[in-house]
């Protein structure tokens, strides 16, 4: 099953220095490494079944051709944001996202996701994500307070900016909204 | 906290290397290694709660012991087919399937799995599921006219192959099916 | 892109270093590093939304600064119990989980997780969740009985302690509750 450019590597590299790389890595792969930057992207999409609107919104949101890993939603301490841009095809790619799909023509959905950056760089920021139907304003709105609860209410923090996004759509056949924080190495 | 092995290994390396080690290791891990290889999957099973059912299913489909990691189902470029092999126990497999349980005797249910290689390797394929109460031959053939319309209709990509799998049950107490395409290292 | 310290470091290391260590980390990284301890934890949250109550829980739990990546709940053979500990925050921790929320005041919810030790070091042990309205004694013995099943009568496999843990509210506005066996390098 090893390929020989593989069976090569295991001969070349002593063993002791495989055990001290994997201790090492063993250290900074699980629970980390921490992800440095985010950027917030948003899309929507129409298709013939719902899996397929899923897709073409991730499609139109920027990020359709990436495998996604979902999170339970925490800035890593200093994160910073960057401009959305192309990351490899088929990569796994950490995020919390908001999203949504109707087969109901005529439905207006919406989702939305907010991040709060505290104050102290050191501190986690929060991601909050909502969906549903009706205008985009409510929903984003509605992530925003759900961050400024959980980071000044619950967590004491003090928030420096909340940067948040939505996306919606009126269903003509089967749509989808998605609206994302992308975590980057 | 630190096992003694650890605490050597961090004597040893020099914390230059240590810092060039994790920035290489960073920029691999996060967003990567993308997956060489995929093999295609299903099983069902029975036991006596949905849970319990799930997890024989896994077992039938021979990846019951280790932790699944669910991606939202992108086929990294070049991706070439395997034959399923034995995962280690309890490693994390990153993949995307199909399921569904039922404490319904009687119901016969159905999950299927579909993926399809673009003629151009350079260029990522697309992973459908499907599951729903009824013959497998129909849940199959949903997943693949989704992966024919996310690839051909809304990328624009040209189909080398699709190649899809389906597995099915008919509920005695509480059962289970499962298809999937795991990707592998 | 790439920051200064990450280029130096791409042209310290010579390429067939690269390479090397690309091929090992591949194997390390994906389906890989098994875990080599574990803790279990819970916690109980009330807040406005069903998100910040959620969000309250995990904080009540400890782990409510992390990632969570939900994993479908396999011990890794040779895993050993530690006390819960500070993880790094917003790292992305493995785990799985049980987790309830409810808007019904005055309901009593609970969630609960049990992991199966088995008794031969080199076997996986089993880790199941559990969800419920009514009491949490009730909700942590359906978990324990799921392991038992699924180690004892699907997997043929002797078990030497099974683990648990649970948690429950009496809901005032919003409330959740969550357990957890959190998977640690």
């Known amino acids: 099953m090893v390929p020989p450019v593989g069976r090569l590597a295991w001969t070349l590299i002593p063993s002791c220095w495989l055990h001290l790389i994997a201790t090492v890595m063993r250290r900074v ?53 960057i401009e959305p841009y192309e990351l490899p095809k088929g990569s796994m790619v950490p995020l919390a996202y908001g999203e949504l799909t109707s087969s109901r023509p005529g439905t207006l959905i919406s989702a939305a996701v907010a991040v709060g950056i505290p104050v ?3 501190a986690p920021g929060l991601i909050m994500e909502c969906n549903r139907i009706g205008a985009p304003e409510v929903c984003e709105q509605a992530s925003r307070e759900m961050v400024r609860e959980g980071m000044e209410i619950i967590r004491g923090l003090r928030i420096r900016e ?12 089967v749509g989808a909204v998605f609206a994302a924080v992308v975590l980057c190495p």
Chains 1, 2, 3 share one sequence.
Do not use: W
């Open 29 to 81: 792969i699980m629970f980390g490494p921490l992800p440095t930057r985010f950027f917030i992207t948003s899309g929507y999409g129409e298709a013939s079944t719902e899996l397929n609107a899923f897709d073409a919104a991730l499609l139109n949101a920027g990020i359709g051709n990436t495998n996604l890993i979902k999170l339970s939603s925490i800035l890593p301490p200093g994160c910073l944001e």
């Open 120 to 122: 102290d760089p050191s």
């Open 162 to 173: 909340i940067r948040s996004i939505s996306a919606s759509l009126t269903v003509r056949k």
